[in-house]
Each structure stands twice: as C-alpha cells, then as structure tokens.
C-alpha cells in the first residue's frame, strides 16, 4: 500500500514520448475532476484531456485552470456533454469521440450522483434500466465496448492503454444469476415506504453495481489481454457529491447525521484520493486489477496475450466465486459463469434500448 508520497513520487514520473489522451467521465466534480487536474498538471497540460458530464459550467472552470502550453503539438482540453443515465446519450458520444479520435490511452470512469448512490429510492430511468445500474454499471458498459476499439489502437502504436472504473472494488460480492435487471426487487420493495427507510431494491443497487463492476473488468480483460482494466475503490472521500451519505430516509435521520459525521472523520481529499487512483492508473500495464483506495493490488491477473481467444470467459462455465480461469482472485466476486451471464444479460439488455 503506497503512502500517499509514494504515490505522488510515482506519478511525478509518468513521462510518456507521445501526446496522452484521457477521458474521464465524470471530470466535472469530484474524484473524477481531481484526476483529471492531477493529470493535466503533471503533463503540465501537454495532453489531449476529455472531461464529460452535464454541468458545463463547471467544466469550463476546470479547464481553465488547466496549464495551457504555448507550444502547439496537438494539445487539446475540451468539455463533452452527457447524461450518462440515458444510454442512447452515451453511444452517441462514444459514437462521437469514434469519429474523431485516433486513440485513447486512459479511460476513466467515475460519474455517480446521487440517484446511483441513493439508499432509499430505486425507479426505473426512461429507457427501463434501474436507476442505481444504469450509472453504477450499463453507462459504464457501453463506454467500455464502444471506446474499445480506442484503447487497442493506443496500444498498437506500443502505448498505455487502460481503462478504470471507480467504484468500490474489494468486497468481493458475487454476481448472482437472477433478478440481474432488480425489477423483481423493485416491485417486492413497499412504495408507501420510499424516502422513510432504506429500500430494499435501492441498497441492491448499491451493492449489485460494485458485483457487476469486478464482472465488466474481468469480460473485457479476458477478451483484451494486451490492455489493463481496473476497478477501484475510491475509500471515503470528501467530494461534493461523496461527503454525505444519501441518507437513510426519515425515520432513521438522526443515524444519518452520525453516520455523515462519522465518515467525513474518516475521509480525505479529492486530490489526495486522485493521487492515489492516478497511481493505479499508470501502474498497470495489461490484466485486470482489482485495486484499493490507496491504489494498492488487491488481486492482478496478467493474461498472457498469445492466448486471447483460450481466455473468453464466456467460454468457460466455472461457477466458483472469486475464481478468473482458474486463478484465485482476492477481492473478486465473479465465477467465470456469473460473468458469463451477466454479460449475456446486457448485451440482450441493451441490444433492446
Ligand atoms: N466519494 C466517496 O466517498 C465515495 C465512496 C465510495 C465510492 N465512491 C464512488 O466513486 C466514484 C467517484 O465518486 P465521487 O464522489 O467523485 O463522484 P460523484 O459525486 O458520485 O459523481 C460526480 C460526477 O458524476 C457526474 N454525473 C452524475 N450524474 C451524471 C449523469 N447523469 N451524467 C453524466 N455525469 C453525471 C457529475 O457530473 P455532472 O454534475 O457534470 O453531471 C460529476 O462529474 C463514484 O462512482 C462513487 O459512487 C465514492
């Protein structure tokens, strides 16, 4: 576990001979925007950096306070637009940045907000996805898979190629093979309760988008060897959107208030938090990573690239938890056959929105 001077150490060196393009969705507050600034001043702005979100506003502030170099060498800080909650929003921006962008190096994923981290309330978005998964998890789905293509150019041309989630990885929560979409959850959870106390469908939300972040990371990393995948665990951090809990309704508010107390005493910075995931960032060369708030590998398995078809985990039906082919993965809670599923489940998902 690096202290937080190891880590910054270790990003200081991060020099690369090419221009670096990073896309950090959900660049416009938070852990995401504390990356994205960590890595604009260490490249001391010589990077082509995409933040998306919605608050344009925002961004416009973020960006501006990027070092801006006088050299022209293809250096470009922009704002894309999205509401990642709509799935058909996100393919048209992945369509978007497809069309335009010759490769991508770092794909970042932290956007959340409070409908995903919400303890008391689930409802279905428009297009029929859970609230909680549709950003804790199919946003997160289609950025992967559409900007793909991307990151195996960047590491074609012999460069970092790594895309990471940040979520709340280590738990090692398993996949389970039913109710994958939580409608069944949804509808045994009492509507005349919604807001007084948890809900039952909203905390399987919560607990079902870090399950099925550990089986994302793992599909891709298995189709795509040569690339590095990580989920991650942020730890408490005092972000906007992070320095309370989404409260646990009314009925419970005096607990909701110590718990809020009890977690900024144990939360740290946005930019200590980015320092640490940028270290996990640029530490993994390909495989897949579970990682830790401080960065640190929980459990890694480097595949070996010769064999990219032998690791289709869809093509292997272990229903051992916490097992990748065969490999014993601390932290991890996917069988090779709740992944399988789980991937089967999206794709049929979204193959209708
Ligand atoms: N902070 C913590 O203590 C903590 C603890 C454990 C896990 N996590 C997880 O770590 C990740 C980062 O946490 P955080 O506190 O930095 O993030 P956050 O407050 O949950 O998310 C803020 C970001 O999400 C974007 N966002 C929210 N809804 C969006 C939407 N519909 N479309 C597009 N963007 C949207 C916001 O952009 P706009 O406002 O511009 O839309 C903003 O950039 C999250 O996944 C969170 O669940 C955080």
């Given at each position: 576990?690096?202290t937080?001077?190891?880590?910054?150490?270790s990003?200081?060196?991060?020099?690369?001979n090419?221009?670096?393009?990073?896309?950090?969705?959900?660049?416009?507050?938070?852990?995401?925007?504390?990356?994205?600034?960590?890595?604009?001043?260490?490249?001391?702005?010589?990077?082509?950096?995409?933040?998306i979100?919605?608050?344009?506003?925002?961004?416009?502030?973020?960006?501006a306070?990027?070092?801006?170099?006088?050299?022209?060498d293809?250096?470009?800080?922009?704002?894309?637009?999205?509401?990642?909650?709509s799935?058909?929003?996100?393919?048209?921006?992945?369509?978007?940045?497809?069309?335009?962008?010759?490769?991508?190096?770092?794909?970042?994923?932290?956007?959340?907000?409070?409908?995903?981290?919400?303890?008391?309330?689930?409802?279905?978005?428009p297009?029929?996805?859970?609230?909680?998964?549709?950003?804790?998890y199919?946003?997160?789905?289609?950025?992967?898979?559409?900007?793909?293509?991307?990151?195996?150019?960047?590491?074609?041309?012999?460069?970092?190629?790594?895309?990471?989630t940040?979520?709340?990885?280590?738990?090692?929560?398993?996949?389970?093979?039913?109710d994958?979409?939580?409608?069944?959850?949804?509808?045994?959870?009492i509507?005349?309760?919604?807001?007084?106390?948890?809900?039952?469908?909203?905390?399987?939300?919560?607990?079902?988008?870090?399950?099925?972040?550990?089986?994302?990371v793992?599909?891709?990393?298995s189709?795509?060897?040569?690339?590095?995948?990580?989920?991650?665990?942020?730890?408490?951090?005092?972000?906007?959107?992070?320095s309370?809990?989404?409260?646990?309704?009314?009925?419970?508010?005096?607990?909701?208030w110590?718990?809020?107390?009890?977690?900024?005493?144990?939360?740290?910075t946005?930019?200590?938090?980015?320092?640490?995931?940028?270290?996990?960032?640029?530490?993994?060369?390909?495989?897949?990573?579970?990682?830790?708030?401080?960065?640190?590998?929980?459990?890694?398995?480097?595949?070996?690239?010769?064999?990219?078809?032998?690791?289709?985990?869809?093509?292997?039906?272990?229903?051992?938890?916490?097992?990748?082919?065969?490999?014993?993965?601390k932290?991890?809670?996917?069988?090779?056959?709740?992944?399988?599923?789980?991937?089967?489940?999206?794709?049929?998902?979204?193959?209708?929105?």
């Amino acid at each position: 576990m690096p202290t937080l001077a190891a880590a910054e150490a270790s990003n200081a060196a991060f020099a690369p001979n090419y221009l670096p393009v990073a896309v950090f969705v959900g660049g416009t507050s938070g852990v995401g925007q504390a990356m994205a600034e960590g890595f604009a001043r260490q490249m001391k702005g010589h990077a082509h950096i995409i933040i998306i979100g919605r608050n344009a506003t925002a961004a416009a502030e973020i960006l501006a306070a990027f070092p801006k170099p006088s050299k022209s060498d293809g250096w470009a800080h922009e704002f894309v637009p999205c509401d990642a909650s709509s799935m058909a929003d996100v393919r048209a921006v992945c369509e978007g940045l497809s069309a335009r962008l010759v490769y991508i190096n770092f794909l970042v994923i932290t956007a959340g907000g409070p409908a995903a981290n919400s303890l008391v309330a689930s409802s279905v978005t428009p297009e029929g996805l859970d609230d909680h998964l549709a950003m804790r998890y199919f946003m997160r789905y289609i950025f992967t898979k559409e900007l793909l293509p991307l990151l195996v150019r960047a590491r074609e041309n012999g460069q970092h190629a790594h895309m990471m989630t940040v979520l709340g990885a280590g738990f090692g929560i398993s996949i389970p093979t039913t109710d994958l979409g939580l409608h069944e959850a949804r509808r045994r959870s009492i509507k005349i309760l919604q807001g007084v106390t948890p809900s039952i469908a909203a905390v399987k939300g919560m607990i079902r988008g870090v399950a099925y972040n550990d089986g994302l990371v793992a599909h891709f990393a298995s189709l795509h060897p040569e690339i590095a995948f990580t989920h991650i665990m942020p730890g408490q951090v005092l972000t906007v959107g992070g320095s309370k809990m989404g409260g646990l309704g009314w009925l419970l508010a005096p607990l909701t208030w110590l718990l809020n107390l009890f977690k900024a005493s144990i939360s740290i910075t946005q930019d200590e938090s980015a320092q640490y995931m940028l270290y996990g960032l640029l530490d993994g060369d390909r495989g897949l990573f579970i990682r830790g708030q401080r960065g640190d590998v929980i459990s890694a398995h480097v595949f070996n690239p010769d064999h990219k078809a032998h690791f289709d985990v869809t093509a292997h039906k272990t229903r051992t938890q916490g097992v990748l082919r065969g490999v014993p993965m601390k932290g991890y809670g996917g069988s090779d056959a709740s992944v399988a599923g789980l991937i089967a489940y999206t794709e049929s998902v979204l193959a209708a929105i």
